[in-house]
């Protein structure tokens, strides 16, 4: 509960810096970078294809171009290391080709007929170990990429090698799910992704390595920690499931409450990671944000806030797009400009107070709700109702403010720029309905 309330502290505060900051958010976030195949490496259970988030694919190109970013790699340098990628590549490939068959020749344990309980769970930790087995030899395929890669650096980049190893240890751990959206997000791998749309990436990195390399140490103890303990709670829970049988458990009762408890204690620390992460990306968000250029850090924050509080951002009733545009046009004179500002600075106020409400609310039903089979129907309801409440409480406090902004400026001070951010925040708010705001929300 304790972590929870943490959660909820940052959070409202990031609410608060989105409502600060609302005018240079973008309406919606670009889409987020490119995920892994998630149609790669199933394995089955209970007759589903279910992915297996402990097997990562191969290193990516894209993955490639953050190196050179971060290395500072010289053209003669990017030759080798496209060299030594196809050969990585290469031996991947075999490896999971020599593998894979062996590994997922027990995965379809409980499709077997006849098999008792003791069978299938005894095929399926088999099955486990040898996919355990798989990831080891995996990743060190992986690192003897990056040991290679050491032979060509010069000393200063070497220094910045750990970066790199570390970004592509949280590309694999982030396969692992994560039930808080707001941990379920690498803030500089989405930031490196932005760093595209720049002339020239390495610089910007540069200038904010030492925002990164915090971020990074930390992000990465959590993203391991978390895989390992859903590996292991995974173990746990295949040696402990034939116990929930009529046919009784697979080891003695004493094993199996010995196992049992392993298995409650891996999950409550998994619960706690999850958590964690989430609390660490709310810590940092927006001070990687104000380390990256203006053009795109709003990207950065709009796309987490996304991301990490579905329900609540982007905010369709959100008029600070209309407010931005009034205060850069030319044709509306300074002197109402400023008459404006109390009227902006309330809506500041009072949307930032509506945001943390709804964020408060989300991660409550995430905690208490969402992940716990238990509860029942009553309170999803509620907080459907809670959340419709709060949507309308936004649409009716954006509604107020654009009646006022019509009545204080004079028709002819609107240029077409301003026009047009108008019939677009019309267009968009009358698409949103108050009562869709806790329906679309629920799983």
Known sequence: MIRSVNVLVVTCI??????????????????????????????RNQG??????????????????????????????????????EEYLTTNFHLRAETEAAIYESSGYNDVPGLSPQESAARAFEMLEKRNRFVARLNAVDANFFDGLAAILAEPQLARLDSVRMLRKRVVASLSPCRHTAGDFDLEIYALELFRQLPDPAVTYDKCESIFDQYASRATILWERQDHAVTEARMCYVQASPNFTSAGPLVPPDQMAVINSKLKAKRTANADLEVRRAELNAEFVSKIVDAMPSEIGPQLMAAFLQHAYPPVFPNPYDCSLVIRAINQSPTIAVDRKAALEPVTARYDSEMGILNKKMVQR??????????????????????KYDMDVLQTQRRDLSKRTMDTLNALLLPDELDDAVLTVISE???????????????????
């Open 425 to 443: 925040f019309r267009q968009t708010s009358e698409h949103h309905m108050p009562n869709d705001a806790g329906m679309q929300y629920i799983p």
């Open 362 to 383: 989300y991660l409550e039903y995430v905690d208490n709700v969402l992940h716990n089979p238990g509860q029942d129907e009553a309170r999803r309801e509620t907080y």
């Open 48 to 85: 589903r294809d279910i992915r297996d988030p402990s097997i990562s694919l191969p290193i990516r190109q894209n993955e490639l171009d953050y190196y050179v970013w971060i290395l500072k790699l010289s053209d003669e340098q990017i030759a080798d290391m496209d060299r030594r990628y």
């Open 14 to 43: 990031l609410a608060s810096w989105a409502c600060a900051h609302a005018q240079t958010i973008p309406a919606s976030a670009p889409a987020s970078p490119e995920r892994f195949d998630p149609s790669t490496y199933r394995w």
